[in-house]
């Protein structure tokens, strides 16, 4: 009898150690996680780890101190859309479908073509659960440029970036449902829409913590308007005077369909509106650790363009862009160049900076390397994984970007070489523009007339860059 007893409790011992080893070996063995979050016109300046002084950013300063903080990182595009769009299919401006800010009525963004390939499309073929929360703005409701037909199992937010100006909504979206905001009925403002996507996010890292997860997490916060739940206002409220009032649109026509509201205190309101995105981005990172994910997820936290001056935001004041000249809509410096820390376990030296050229286009090739996900050839990034592990990394012969809105804007960057064209559809007013950044990353003083041969060779390099758009030409 002590016998059998001995042997069924040897054979449990024996069983349980054997599943504890196979649950162990998937652990160590399953595709890393990756975590995208990108704030709306979040300026070089704005985080206290990037020089902000006017107020703190300590979970964000946190995650820059265990990982990578990029000094050199460019987004897609200067404004929404094809920023997003760049990111999405690892391209430029000068190839990537959307190349602009294009409305659809009723609502939404002109949408992304169906043959696009997106890095959620990707990563869903690796067999990776896909979710985007958020801001969109890459095509309407139900078409091609859905997120549910980009490769995203699950979107919640705001399909369109227009209503994406309000953050008190009368709805969001769940995949292709409507979710009504009762809490916002009329001039309420009993539902906070950063609040709502929030609570969905986590949800998805919940529900999803047991296979390989991609989260795409395009707040709106800090774009305007400026409004912010009252207990972080008051955080800030008498701290910057004096305020910046901002008269807006609160009731009427148009009411919560793009217009921003009134803020009587703005500074207040966007140190609150930062403060809020830095409580969110702390409980991203506690919930990855609770569900014991956090060292086998790749987490990079960027923006999508410069600092804006929208709805009462004062950029200046806060000193948003950091050193360099230009805001949201610009090609210089401020309004392209935008903070970049990635964080992945202890693969990513912890405290550690790079200077390293880089670019949205580079996420997609870099995502596919670490994953084994599958990168058109059309793409054209380089994988900066090298860079993230202390390996040796290949370099850009040169970044583009194109604007299609204010005349038309073109910028080039070859090693520290930037050429900046304005007012590119009226050829006789078109500026030229030349920049040492490594001696004047200001670009304070175009020396375009000093190097004519550089001039040249960048306006060649220019042309080859872009291929034609119908929907997003520039005019001859």
């Known amino acids: 009898m002590q016998k059998t007893i001995l042997f069924i409790f040897l054979l449990s011992v024996l069983l349980n150690s054997c599943s504890s080893s196979s649950k162990q070996e998937t652990a160590e063995t399953r595709k890393p996680n990756i975590v995208y979050i990108l704030a709306d016109d979040l300026g070089w300046g704005d985080l206290s780890c990037y020089g902000?002084?006017?107020?703190a950013t300590p979970n964000i300063d946190n995650l820059a101190q265990s990982g990578m903080q990029f000094t050199q990182h460019y987004a897609g595009c200067t404004v929404c859309a094809p920023s997003r769009s760049s990111l999405m299919t690892g391209q430029t401006t000068g190839h990537t479908f959307i190349r602009g800010n294009k409305e659809w009525n009723p609502e939404g963004q002109y949408p992304l073509e169906a043959?696009?390939?997106?890095?959620?499309?990707?990563?869903?073929?690796?067999?990776?659960?896909?979710?985007?929360f958020g801001k969109w703005g890459l095509g309407y409701p139900g078409s091609e440029g859905d997120p549910n037909m980009q490769g995203f199992d699950e979107f919640f937010g705001y399909n369109c970036q227009r209503m994406g100006h309000n953050y008190y909504p009368y709805h969001l979206w769940h995949n292709q449902e409507k979710v009504m905001l009762e809490?916002?009925?009329?001039?309420?403002?009993?539902?906070?829409?950063?609040?709502?996507?929030?609570?969905?996010?986590?949800?998805?890292?919940?529900?999803?913590?047991?296979?390989?997860?991609?989260?795409?997490?395009?707040?709106?916060?800090?774009?305007?308007?400026?409004?912010?739940p009252e207990e972080y206002i008051a955080k800030f409220r008498g701290k910057f005077d004096p305020e910046k009032v901002y008269k807006g649109v609160d009731e009427g026509k148009n009411f919560r369909e793009g217009?921003?509201?009134?803020?009587?205190?703005?500074?207040?309101a966007f140190a609150a509106m930062v403060d809020y995105l830095d409580m969110q981005v702390g409980e991203?990172?506690?919930?990855?650790?609770?569900?014991?994910?956090?060292?086998?997820?790749?987490?990079?936290?960027t923006s999508d363009n410069g600092p804006h001056m929208e709805g009462g935001a004062d950029p200046d004041y806060f000193d948003s862009n950091g050193p360099f000249k230009g805001y949201k809509r610009d090609l210089y410096e401020g309004g392209i160049r935008v903070p970049m820390i990635a964080v992945w376990g202890n693969k990513i030296q912890a405290g550690s900076?790079?200077?390293?050229?880089?670019?949205f286009w580079d996420v997609f090739p870099t995502v596919g390397e670490l994953t084994g996900a599958q990168v058109p050839e059309n793409t054209d990034g380089i994988s900066f994984l090298p860079t993230l592990l202390g390996e040796q990394q290949k370099a850009h012969e040169y970044l583009y970007w194109e604007f299609h809105e204010m005349g038309g804007r073109k910028a080039i960057r070859k090693g520290n070489w930037k050429l900046v064209h304005y007012k590119v559809n009226k050829p006789e007013e078109t500026t030229t523009e030349l920049y040492n950044l490594e001696t004047d990353p200001g670009e304070e003083n175009n020396v375009a007339t000093d190097h004519p041969n550089v001039v040249q060779?960048?306006?060649?390099?220019m042309e080859n860059a872009r291929t034609p758009s119908e929907i997003f030409p520039f005019q001859k």
């Open 115 to 132: 043959d696009a390939v997106t890095m959620a499309e990707a990563l869903k073929k690796e067999g990776y659960a896909t979710g985007a």
């Open 457 to 461: 060779e960048l306006e060649a390099l």
């Open 52 to 55: 902000q002084t006017h107020f």
């Open 284 to 301: 991203i990172i506690a919930k990855l650790k609770d569900l014991g994910v956090y060292d086998n997820t790749l987490i990079i936290f």
């Open 183 to 228: 809490g916002n009925a009329g001039q309420q403002t009993g539902e906070y829409a950063p609040e709502v996507i929030h609570k969905q996010a986590l949800k998805f890292l919940e529900d999803n913590k047991d296979k390989p997860f991609f989260m795409y997490y395009p707040s709106i916060i800090p774009h305007a308007e400026l409004f912010a």
């Open 353 to 359: 900076k790079s200077d390293h050229i880089s670019a």
């Open 259 to 268: 217009p921003y509201g009134s803020q009587p205190e703005s500074h207040a």
